[in-house]
């Protein structure tokens, strides 16, 4: 009998391991660039590539951002948060990821933010056009 029950307790762990690694990003839609999060806490939210939405410091993001080309960092400062995590600063989880939607640059935080933002390319490029308005001051 505990033979069966560590068993059980094993696969269950296995199923959920399996789980969080199959649905990737909590958030059901790329969210608004408004610095709202439609998922509560971010820091709770793991990827399947094992990290997890969590500020860094700001002496860790701009490290994070010196290691892209200085057209690329540009481009991520004007940004500023991923573009699937609309609260999440570019940096803040290691080296940004620089995609290309429909022709135009977009950064995402990191690699379990790619295949969202690549899901529904209208979207991302609207939420982007709104980070980049909100700071660089102006409306979109």
Not at 67 to 84: I, T
Not at 112 to 125: E, F, M, N, V, W
């Amino acid at each position: 009998m505990v033979q069966f029950r560590q068993y059980l307790q094993l696969t269950a762990g296995v199923f959920i391991s399996a789980l969080v690694v199959v649905t990737g990003c909590e958030s059901s839609s790329v969210p608004p660039a408004t610095g709202e999060s439609n998922s509560g806490d971010q820091a709770a939210i793991e990827h399947d590539d094992g990290h997890s939405h969590d500020d860094s410091g700001e002496s860790d993001v701009a490290a994070a951002l010196a290691e892209l080309g200085r057209e690329d960092r540009l481009m991520a400062e004007s940004q500023k948060y991923s573009a699937v995590m609309g609260t999440n600063l570019l940096g803040s989880m290691g080296k940004p990821l620089r995609l290309d939607v429909k022709g135009e640059a977009v950064f995402v935080c990191c690699a379990g933010c790619k295949s969202r933002s690549l899901k529904d390319p209208d979207a991302t490029l609207a939420a982007v056009a709104k980070l980049k308005a909100d700071n660089s001051g102006s409306k979109p």
